[in-house]
């Protein structure tokens, strides 16, 4: 009687995994009992106050102004781009020189 290849070749491939699982059952090693360790105690005495960081500086939106920021993207616009009323144009400077001076860079629409 003649077989079929594949049901040959999987009887073999499930043969030889069902070795290796209990060839490698057998050498499982026995977990090692864990001994606990003391653990140091702290006073109230010892503990060190560590100091906070300091609070970052973070542009406050001013209610005026002939630019805005994006403070997402750092780009400025002025007042006649598309780009003025975005969600995230909150900061507003008076000069152009207050808003390079704050790290904002030129919109590449309106070109301040």
């Not at 406050?60 to 993207?73: D, F, H, L, V």
């Not at 900061?91 to 001076?101: G, K, L, Q, V």
């Amino acid at each position: 009687m003649r077989r079929n290849w594949l049901v040959v070749l999987s009887w073999c491939v499930g043969f030889v995994w069902a070795v290796g699982l209990i060839l490698n059952a057998r050498r499982a090693p026995e977990p090692v009992p864990q001994v606990p360790q003391p653990v140091a105690v702290a006073s109230l005495g010892d503990a060190r106050s560590v100091d906070p960081p300091p609070p970052v500086e973070i542009a406050k939106p001013a209610k005026g102004g002939n630019y805005s920021g994006n403070t997402k993207t750092h780009k400025f616009h002025e007042r006649s781009c598309n780009y003025w009323d975005c969600p995230n144009c909150t900061a507003r400077f008076a000069t152009r020189e207050d808003a390079i001076n704050a790290g904002y860079v030129p919109c590449g629409t309106c070109k301040p």
